[in-house]
Nanobody
């Protein structure tokens, strides 16, 4: 059974940084696409960044390009989201997701496994 467990959320001020982690387990092999999504109250879930665990260029939403960095540690089956220059509009519940596709658009329908979410709050 695939499990994704996020950690690292919290509260920061504008301009601050946070790093989210997502530990994956239960996959039969290590080839899959992992991503971070976020959902603010009253808004749709939004894709933030994705990465293929065997390499290739990460994919980012325009709203986070240049500020967020996604990475994957194959040894620990963990994906990270380094978030810098945080803004109040980045406030949301952040979810880790995994897809069996090598590449997948940042759309929730392409991802079959989800973590429980971790809250990020950015105050002005």
């Amino acid at each position: 059974q695939v499990q994704l467990v996020e950690s690292g959320g919290g509260s920061v001020q504008t301009g601050g940084s946070l790093t989210l982690s997502c530990a994956a387990s239960g996959y039969r092999d290590s080839r899959y696409c992992m991503a971070w999504f976020r959902q603010a109250p009253g808004k749709e879930r939004e894709g933030v960044a994705s990465i293929y665990t065997r390499g290739g260029m990460p994919n980012y939403a325009d709203s986070v390009k240049g500020r967020f960095t996604i990475s994957h540690d194959n040894a620990n089956n963990t994906v990270y989201l380094q978030m810098n220059s945080l803004k109040p509009e980045d406030t949301a519940m952040y979810y880790c997701a995994a897809s069996s596709f090598k590449t997948a658009p940042l759309k929730a329908s392409f991802f079959g496994h989800w973590g429980q979410g971790t809250q990020v709050t950015v105050s002005s």
